[in-house]
């Protein structure tokens, strides 16, 4: 049985910085495309970086330059390390991976605000 569970999300103020991290079972990570999406309400869940097997990495155009998506192997874990958060980053983040299927966490919630 393959999960995913979140972690790192909170409150934050514009400017300021988060790390999320996604731990594995089931699932080795540094193997298998890993992602993370998230979801405002009243929005569609939108792909916000991706992590191939092979080490390529993919990223929204509204998180260029200021999120980073890594794994560490030992850790079995995926993280994001969001800077210089804005309001509109605000959502639920979820972590995404393919093993044999596609499985989701169950999200973590990231609230920027002044």
């Known amino acids: 049985q393959v999960y995913l569970r979140e972690s790192g999300g909170g409150l934050v103020q514009p400017g300021e910085s988060l790390r999320l991290s996604c731990a594995g079972s089931?699932?080795?990570?540094?193997?298998?495309?890993m992602a993370w999406y998230r979801q405002a309400p009243g929005n569609q869940r939108e792909l916000v970086a991706n992590v191939t097997g092979g080490g390529s990495t993919n990223y929204a155009d509204s998180v260029k330059g200021r999120f980073t998506i890594s794994r560490d192997h030992a850790r079995n874990t995926v993280y994001l390390q969001m800077n210089n958060l804005k309001p509109e980053d605000t959502a639920v983040y979820y972590c995404?991976?393919?093993?044999?299927?596609?499985?989701w966490g169950r999200g973590t919630q990231v609230t920027v605000s002044s």
């Open positions: 089931g699932i080795i990570v540094s193997r298998t495309t």
């Open positions: 995404n991976g393919y093993w044999k299927s596609n499985f």
